[in-house]
């Protein structure tokens, strides 16, 4: 299983209000906890704990009826290293990536209802920060990872690692696709991470030598990474950038001391974070569970609202006004000219 934190947004992964659990059950307890912990208001140690408690809920699952809201409930992870995902052969029907659950799920269009959900033990996909169609789907025992490309009618396997490695999105851009590495020993423990390139050329994955630590979250701007490392002896986080066109490059240091790791980037513009926001030197936005830079101009934030619902906001990053927010949402994506928000009853386009 990964360790943190590089997979701190795994942590929402099943921490959607929209499961079936009874009121006052072990389950809505442990859901609770975890909710408080995806406040960002917690230390490093709690998130930890919020995650064996995820591990703890998966495992209880399997014992369980209708646990979940898709009626054929979990499904074991075949023997085989072949993962079957979804395929849209329906009329209306399109891939979409929840991204709350981090699962696949096939979503129509005409009646905009989620038809089917990818729904397999401890199979997880993983997303980029930016949005684009790769990502990489794994095991969290098992590992058996990939790296893939979704389109909205299917999805095809770039790379597959091995058994004793992991492989989790670090940061898109165009020509440059980085990665977080890591290898497992025997208990599967994490044993080494490293930062790697994919080159398409070759398919194959560059490692970057001189890139030392727990490398966390990253952003590209031009032909500069910067990424963030994780410091355990005082749970901080240190930025630092890199060329990304040289895989030998000594990375030079930016800033210390942050005490969060989320970094993104939008119109050449760098914005850290801290517990509460995201900012750059000129803006300041509230930070949310789940935050996405969009195009030129939006910034599209996941949260639980006071209903409990899965909500999503769309700011305006010019104005730093939000411009719309609805509930019972399932995914976006973009295309050449829009924003498409998929909810459960309607769909909501918006110029970009």
């Known amino acids: 299983m990964p360790d943190l934190p590089i997979l701190q947004n795994s942590l929402k992964s099943n921490g959607s209000a929209t499961l079936p659990i009874k009121k006052g059950s072990m389950a809505e307890n442990s859901l609770t906890t975890i909710k408080n912990v995806l406040k960002g208001e917690e230390t490093m140690h709690r998130r930890l704990f919020a995650l ?119 940061s898109f851009s165009g020509e440059y696709m980085f990665f977080i590495k890591i290898d497992y020993d025997n208990s599967n423990t994490e044993k080494n991470r490293s930062l790697v390139k994919y080159d398409k050329m070759e398919n194959k994955l560059i490692e970057f030598s001189n890139v030392h630590g727990l490398v966390s979250y990253g952003s590209i701007i031009n032909s500069t990474l910067y990424y963030t490392c994780y410091n355990e002896e005082d749970d901080t986080y240190s930025l630092f950038s890199t060329d990304c066109d040289n895989s030998s490059a000594k990375p030079n240091l930016e800033q210390s001391g942050l005490n969060a790791g989320e970094i993104f980037s939008q119109n050449g ?84």
């Not at 098992?142 to 670090?170: A, C, W, Y």
């Open 52 to 170: 064996t408690l995820i591990l703890f809920f998966i495992s209880l699952s399997g014992c369980q009826n209708n646990i979940f809201s898709d009626p054929s409930g979990i499904k074991e992870i075949p023997e085989t290293t072949e993962i079957e995902f979804l395929e849209a052969k329906n009329d209306g029907d399109i891939l979409l990536f929840d991204r709350w659950n981090k699962k696949m799920c096939l979503y129509n269009t005409n009646t905009f209802q989620v038809q089917e959900r990818m729904n397999i033990d401890n199979f997880m996909i993983y997303e980029f920060p930016e949005v684009c169609p790769y990502y990489t789907a794994g095991h969290n025992i098992d590992n058996h990872f990939q790296v893939i490309k979704m389109s909205n009618k299917t999805v095809e396997t770039i790379l597959r690692l091995s058994e004793t490695e992991g492989i989790f999105p670090l």
């Open 269 to 352: 513009e760098l914005f850290i974070s801290d517990k509460e926001n995201i900012f750059s030197d000129n803006k300041t936005f509230k930070k949310a569970s789940e935050n996405y830079f969009v195009g030129d101009k939006y910034l599209v934030q996941y949260f639980v609202d006071k209903l409990g619902d899965l909500s999503i906001d769309v700011i305006n990053t010019i104005n730093e006004e939000k411009i719309f927010s609805k509930s019972n949402v399932v995914g976006f994506f973009v295309t050449d000219d829009h924003l498409a928000l998929c909810f459960l009853g309607e769909i909501k386009e918006i110029p970009i």
